[in-house]
């Protein structure tokens, strides 16, 4: 079997997954609820919030300030800055959604009668690998297709066509969003061909405790902080992110911002990429495979 029909064989079983289906339509529900949580802050500025502001300023001595106590209604542009906040969260779901694809197969032992029709693990692996990659991005792209759409919808009916202006974060979401699914969908495949499914969920629930541990103070050097995918996932979605990576050094916090660039993201992916490609094709190659 040559790899391009290998090739199409692979994206014919992932059409067909009943599983992969049901987990897109569950993130395409979700990408269409998800503006609920953002949406609000474009809403014009009501009758009753004008009022309230004027009483505030009134009551704080003020009564010409009536502007400083007034809610500012996002515009497009900063709609589109704030959705990229859900981007990396997308992306790790679509990462999970293709470590189950690819994996299932290793659990149910179909992968071994697949090398029955196709001896060459090389072509199996890249083959399985860019599907997944594939899927990864057909997840991300479909949630976020679905945000900005549900979006722009609920935006123009509030405050018109007129107040459209500059949608190009909401495109450059898309681009960037769709590029990361991509990533994790190559990711996840060589994660399970490298170690299993099971061992890639749990590297996956490891990274997702470390964040959350860097998020609440936990001491990182800027440069070690360079090797972990979250923080390049985030500088992909922004294109420049920088953010405060302090220690406590004798017992004083020192400040120590560090800034990562759409740049060194786009380097960084592949690197990784390849480099789990030469493991997984080396461990795949000797691993014992029974059904």
Same mark, same amino acid.
């Given at each position: 079997?040559?790899?391009? /029909?290998?090739?199409?064989?692979?994206?014919?079983?992932?059409?067909?997954?009943?599983?992969?289906?049901?987990?897109?339509?569950?993130?395409?529900?979700?990408?269409?609820?998800?503006?609920?949580?953002?949406?609000?802050?474009?809403?014009?500025?009501?009758?009753?919030?004008?009022?309230?502001? @004027?009483?505030?300023?009134?009551?704080?001595?003020?009564?010409?300030?009536?502007?400083?106590?007034?809610?500012?209604?996002?515009?497009?542009?900063?709609?589109?800055?704030?959705?990229?906040?859900?981007?990396?969260?997308?992306?790790?779901?679509?990462?999970?959604?293709?470590?189950?694809?690819?994996?299932?197969?290793?659990?149910?032992?179909?992968?071994?009668?697949?090398?029955?029709?196709?001896?060459?693990?090389?072509?199996?692996?890249?083959? @399985?690998?860019?599907?997944?990659?594939?899927?990864?991005?057909?997840?991300?792209?479909?949630?976020?297709?679905?945000?900005?759409?549900?979006?722009?919808?609920?935006?123009?009916?509030?405050?018109?066509?007129?107040?459209?202006? /500059?949608? /190009?974060?909401?495109?450059?979401?898309?681009?960037?969003?769709?590029?990361?699914?991509?990533?994790?969908?190559? !990711?996840?495949?060589?994660?399970?061909?490298?170690?299993?499914?099971?061992?890639?969920?749990?590297?996956?629930?490891?990274?997702?405790?470390?964040?959350?541990?860097?998020?609440?103070?936990?001491?990182?050097?800027?440069?070690?902080?360079?090797?972990?995918?979250?923080?390049?996932?985030?500088?992909?979605?922004?294109?420049?992110?920088?953010?405060?990576?302090?220690?406590?050094?004798?017992?004083?916090?020192?400040?120590?911002?560090?800034?990562?660039?759409?740049?060194?993201?786009?380097?960084?992916?592949?690197?990784?990429?390849?480099?789990?490609?030469?493991?997984?094709?080396? !461990?795949?190659?000797? @691993?014992?495979? @029974?059904?």
């Amino acid at each position: 079997m040559t790899f391009t /029909n290998l090739l199409m064989a692979e994206f014919l079983r992932v059409r067909y997954r009943k599983r992969v289906l049901v987990s897109l339509l569950l993130m395409l529900a979700g990408g269409l609820m998800l503006p609920m949580t953002y949406v609000g802050g474009a809403m014009p500025v009501t009758a009753e919030e004008r009022e309230s502001a @004027r009483l505030q300023a009134i009551e704080e001595g003020c009564p010409d300030c009536v502007g400083d106590y007034l809610r500012q209604p996002l515009d497009l542009s900063a709609l589109g800055e704030y959705m990229k906040g859900y981007g990396l969260i997308i992306a790790f779901l679509a990462l999970v959604t293709c470590i189950l694809y690819v994996g299932s197969d290793f659990i149910s032992g179909a992968i071994s009668v697949h090398l029955t029709f196709t001896p060459s693990r090389g072509k199996l692996l890249a083959a @399985r690998t860019l599907v997944s990659g594939a899927l990864g991005a057909v997840v991300s792209g479909t949630v976020l297709m679905a945000m900005c759409s549900v979006t722009l919808v609920w935006f123009v009916s509030a405050n018109g066509f007129d107040a459209v202006g /500059n949608a /190009n974060g909401m495109l450059e979401l898309l681009v960037s969003g769709t590029l990361l699914g991509f990533f994790a969908g190559l !990711v996840a495949s060589l994660a399970v061909f490298l170690g299993g499914m099971i061992p890639a969920l749990g590297a996956c629930a490891a990274c997702t405790v470390i964040f959350l541990m860097s998020l609440q103070g936990f001491a990182l050097s800027a440069g070690w902080a360079h090797i972990f995918p979250w923080w390049q996932g985030i500088a992909l979605l922004y294109g420049t992110y920088s953010t405060d990576l302090g220690q406590l050094v004798d017992h004083t916090w020192q400040s120590n911002p560090t800034t990562f660039t759409r740049v060194e993201a786009l380097i960084y992916f592949p690197v990784v990429i390849g480099l789990l490609w030469v493991a997984a094709h080396i !461990v795949f190659r000797r @691993r014992d495979i @029974r059904g």
